[in-house]
């Protein structure tokens, strides 16, 4: 019988889904990996929101508190490279987004990032009146994007990603596209996107915000024009800790940003009253970097050394099988939906549950120990980290969930 979480066969081989999950946590080349992160026996399910501490941030930020600020002070803007950060850090990011070092460059939010490379596209195609954004998009990029229409003279068409091919031609200036949808956790087709909007003259600017860090982005090697994306989620880098621009290095010279700061002058130090750009990313950056910020973020980053994404592409779709697999064997029949596509090539790292009692399944689920993620009026959103996330964790949350659904009646 076919099952109405995943509509695939229940599995009925005998063993036991805790002792498969026991299995798979031995066999998992990525286990170390959660040893370096502060966790405890909460089950976190949250990383695509904020992922959980690497365990030596607080000591580096302690020595970047105590004696770069404490006691270098001015000089550690030359003598502790707080000046170089945003390219430095953006190249320590450019490998897990797929791009060669000189693309990328750390700083202000993911919003502001938007704006930039949305404004910045739309003025290198000044004959074509129109901004395709994907209609699904995460509510900020769609003000944005809207904002940046009303600053260029240019007209929103909002798209659903699976129809955006239809709405591209010769008045298309730029198109923007969620890499993965943030209610659904569904993986939209960047490639051939990418190649469409190409095709049509126009540019593609992409936000990672739920993929860096997830799964392989291959920014270069499917010609993407322009992305974004934040790096509190899955890089771990903290709160509110700054975003990331890339802009591939054909499109550098010709970047215009509508926020020409500083420290994206030339010659900042000239204090020149005329605007002059500097060459490569640095083009991306506005004001004083956010050091504290960004100088957690380095450090978190290091949990990272040495790891393969395609083993960590790999871990993601066998936690997010399994736990459709574990929320198929235990949970009450006709309560919760997958919303998350089933085909690897299309889901992300999370998968998202409709539930018509969602509100309270989440609150019971925090208070048990196991933290998803709410999204009204009736999703359960369940974000896989595999670089922290086990299979145990999995097989628990599934099981907790099941007991909340039993307890929690329709309707409440």
Not at 54 to 78: C, D, K, Q, Y
Not at 124 to 129: E, G, I, Q, W
Not at 222 to 229: K, T, Y
Request: with cysteine.
């Amino acid at each position: 019988m076919g099952s109405p979480v995943t509509g695939r066969p229940v599995p009925g081989d005998g063993v036991s889904l805790r002792e498969k999950a026991r299995a798979l946590d031995v066999a998992d080349p990525l286990r170390e990996r959660r040893g370096l992160f502060q966790l405890d026996d909460t089950v976190y399910l949250d990383g695509n929101s904020l992922g959980a501490l690497p365990a030596h941030v607080p000591g580096r930020i302690a020595e970047v508190v105590s004696r770069e600020w404490g006691e270098l002070r001015i000089r550690s803007w030359e003598e502790s490279g707080w000046w170089q950060a945003p390219e430095r850090i953006g190249d320590r990011i450019a490998p897990l987004v797929g791009a060669a070092p000189g693309q990328v460059v750390v700083g202000d939010s993911t919003s502001v990032n938007v704006f930039k490379a949305v404004v910045a596209a739309a003025r290198s195609r000044p004959d074509r009146p129109e901004i395709v954004v994907d209609a699904t998009t995460f509510p900020t990029d769609g003000y944005i994007a809207d904002s940046a229409a009303r600053l260029t003279g240019r007209r929103i068409v909002p798209v659903e990603p699976e129809k955006l091919g239809e709405a591209l031609g010769p008045r298309t200036a730029v198109a923007l596209v969620n890499h993965v949808d943030f209610r659904s956790g569904r993986l939209h087709d960047l490639p051939s996107l990418t190649a469409a909007v190409q095709e049509a003259g126009a540019v593609a600017v992409w936000d990672l915000c739920h993929s860096a860090g997830a799964l392989p982005v291959g920014l270069d090697a499917h010609g993407v024009d322009f992305a974004v994306g934040c790096t509190y989620k899955y890089l771990n880098g903290g709160p509110g800790s700054p975003a990331f621009l890339y802009v591939a290095r054909r499109h550098q010279a010709e970047f215009d940003s509508p926020l020409p700061g500083w420290t994206s002058h030339a010659d900042p130090f000239a204090m020149a009253s005329g605007y002059t750009a500097a060459d490569g990313a640095t083009r991306g950056r506005v004001g004083t970097p956010d050091i504290l910020s960004m100088l957690s973020l380095e450090a978190a980053l290091e949990v990272w050394d040495g790891v393969s994404l395609d083993l960590v592409r790999a871990k993601s779709l066998a936690l997010t099988d399994f736990f459709l697999e574990c929320v198929e064997s235990y949970a009450p029949a006709g309560r919760v939906t997958a919303l998350t596509p089933l085909p690897h090539a299309e889901r992300g790292s999370q998968v998202a549950l409709r539930c018509a009692e969602a509100p309270s399944v989440m609150r019971e689920l925090v208070a048990r120990g196991v933290v998803g993620d709410l999204r009204r009026p009736d999703v359960l959103r369940f974000g896989f980290t595999p670089l922290y996330t086990g299979f145990a964790d999995t097989e628990r949350a599934a099981a907790t969930l099941a007991e909340v659904l039993v307890e929690v009646a329709p309707g409440d």
